[in-house]
Structure formats: structure tokens, C-alpha cells
């Protein structure tokens, strides 16, 4: 018996992404990518500095600023990056199952608790400057929603549904094995905004009702 090839349900998923509807999450984006942009005109106005050096010394000299910012703040190019790919492959499916007050509020709650959390493990542990900063909390909220509640749709998931719920397992396994490779009782030893974001996710994934989403219609190709 042949395998199907994955070709024509991997042309689906890259297609269903610009096809859905996703304003709160290309709102984000674009807020992502502006306050970089901001990042990098600051950096090259003050040679030697780095990106990472610039973002993490706004905590010191701007703090009210920093921390208003943190959700959105990044490090460099990789980081930036990252973020902009999570927030796609994570963000938009997670968006058709909600309206978009509650998926911004969603989004905003994720962003500041992971920050929190994120600075109040580096507090324990740390006796310098704690700085933290970063969408990636937001990113394993999302993936853990998708974890536990896209399995729990009777019906058939889409592409992009079914790429959120194994980034959500990516991220589950990372959180259970960031504790065990240490350096241990350091400021780096366990990253609280990804286990913090991950944790909330599973929760609302798991309390948001099973029936209460907007299915993505499926590409012809996936059919």
C-alpha cells in the first residue's frame, strides 16, 4: 500500500496561514517588528553596543519603559525571528477559536505574567540587574492551548491546527527538560516565562469549551 505524499498537505498549511483571518496576531507581528526596528536604529546610534546589550540596559536606565515593553522586546535577529515564526504557526490557528477581544486579552495576560515570571526566577537566583524580555512566553501559551484543546474537536483538524498541536508538544517536552540540564539554583536554570506560559496554556486549552470555535476551512488540497 502507498503512503500518501505530505507535499499536498504541506502546500495546504502553507497556504491556509495567509488565508485566514489573523488581525490580533498580524497586529503583533507588526508591533514586533516595529519595536525591533526601534531597537535596531537605537543600537546603531550607539557604537560598540549590541541589540542584546541596548535591550537589557533599557532595564537600568529607562525601567518604566523596558518593563512596559518586555513582551516585545528581543535580544537579536535569531530571536526575532523565532518569535515571528511561533506567532504564525501557533498564533493564527489558535485566533479562529476566539473572538478577538478575548484572544487579545489572551495575549496580553500571557505576555506580562511570563515576563513576571520569567524576572521573578531570575530575582531568586540572581543578584544583579534582572532584566527579561521576550515573546516566547506568549508563543508556549498558545501551543499549550493548542495541545489541549484542538485534540478535543470531534471533527477533522486542519494542516495548520495539526502543526500547532506538535509545536505543542515540542514545547511541553522542552519545559520538562529545561530543570534537568541545569546549571542548577542559577539565574538561568529554569526559564519561568516558558513554563509559566505553557502551564496557563494547557490550563485555558483544557477549561475552554470544546464547541465553542470557528473551524478553518479546509484547502482543496488537504482534502
Known sequence: MNRPSP????????????????????????LVVLVFSMEVALTSMLPPATIRTVATGLF??????????????????????????GLVVVGIPV??????????????????ATIGAGAGVLWLFSGQQVAFYG???????????????????GDALSPIETAAILVGGIAALLVLI????????APRWINGG?????????????????NSHTRIPDSPDSQ
Open 60 to 85: 537600568g536606565v529607562y525601567p518604566v519603559i523596558a518593563w512596559l515593553f518586555a513582551p516585545v522586546l528581543h535580544s537579536g535577529i535569531l530571536h526575532v525571528s523565532a518569535t515571528v515564526l
Open 135 to 153: 515573546t516566547s512566553g506568549v508563543i508556549y501559551a498558545l501551543a499549550g492551548f493548542a495541545l489541549t484543546n484542538f485534540p478535543r474537536h
Open 194 to 210: 516558558h513554563t509559566t506560559g505553557l502551564l496557563l496554556g494547557l490550563l485555558t486549552g483544557w477549561t475552554e469549551r470544546g
Open 95 to 112: 485566533e479562529q477559536h476566539w473572538s478577538r477581544l478575548r484572544y487579545a486579552a489572551f495575549l496580553l495576560l500571557t505576555g506580562y
Open 178 to 185: 529545561d530543570p534537568l540540564t541545569g546549571p542548577y539554583l
Open 7 to 30: 507535499l499536498p498537505t504541506l502546500k495546504a498549511a502553507l497556504r491556509a496561514y495567509p488565508d485566514a483571518k489573523s488581525p490580533v496576531t498580524n497586529l503583533l507581528l507588526g
